[in-house]
């Protein structure tokens, strides 16, 4: 947890006056979440945010974090984010809270990503981590095939005894390739797959990683 929460709040200093802010989902950009509600709140920091999820959207709310429509947004100035797996391209693998679908369309909306981790999510290679792919409900069946196909083994994530429905309604098949050698490829072929909404390989879409240690150093890499 340490790691995670000095992460996040390195990346909070960089959230400035008048900004228009992303707040991601997880359990380190909880991190950031709290902090920049700490800076509203002791720094009468004037910024306005939009969430990522309905878990990050009712926090930032108890906290007293300015929240805006997205009627408003034409772009972000600064999303701050978790993530499951960093590469040394600064490719990700998101989706582990099940929230990679708004969390790409934030980020995408995003002048600035900001990556938030602790150490034992920076990889060499990303796909240890099963890439979460989010699917329609309409024929899922049929969409599990086609990703098997791809040569993973997807696994459609639970939710006690019943299956794991997003914030969009959707499922979660949680994809194990063991090894992803090309992500940018496999990232346009998952998604043209009829059913696929979207995966959680974010590709060139990070612009900074944070990464937090046990022993409290913080390293960027960009
Ligand atoms: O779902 C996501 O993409 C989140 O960013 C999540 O995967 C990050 O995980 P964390 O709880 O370890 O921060």
Redesign the pocket.
């Known amino acids: 947890m340490e790691s995670?929460r000095i992460a996040a709040e390195q990346a909070v200093e960089l959230v400035k006056e008048g900004m228009k802010v992303g707040l991601?989902?997880?359990?380190?950009?909880?991190w950031a979440i709290q902090a920049i509600g700490r800076r509203v709140k002791e720094e009468g920091l004037n910024i306005q945010a939009v969430a990522?999820?309905v878990q990050s959207e009712q926090l930032a709310k108890e906290l007293g974090i300015p929240m805006m429509s997205f009627a408003d947004v034409d772009v972000l100035d600064l999303t701050i984010?978790?993530?499951?797996e960093v590469d040394s391209g600064l490719h990700?693998?998101?989706?582990?809270?099940?929230?990679?679908l708004r969390?790409k369309i934030v980020a995408a909306a995003s002048k600035q990503l900001i990556?938030?981790?602790?150490e034992s999510?920076v990889v060499n290679q990303l796909g240890k981590f099963p890439l979460?792919v989010e699917i329609v409900p309409f024929a899922f069946e049929l969409t599990v095939k086609k990703l098997r196909n791809l040569g993973c083994e997807p696994k459609l994530r639970k939710n006690g005894e019943e299956l794991f429905v997003t914030d969009n309604g959707n499922y979660i098949a949680d994809c194990e390739f063991a090894a992803i050698a090309d992500p940018a490829a496999l990232h346009d072929e998952l998604n043209g797959i009829p059913g696929v909404v979207d995966n959680?390989l974010f590709i060139h879409m990070a612009n900074l990683v944070i990464v937090g240690s046990a022993d409290g150093s913080i390293r960027s890499i960009s």
């Open positions: 995670k991601g989902t997880g359990s380190t950009a909880y990522t999820s984010d978790g993530a499951d990700l693998i998101k989706g582990g809270g099940g929230a990679l969390e990556i938030i981790v602790d999510k979460p959680g």
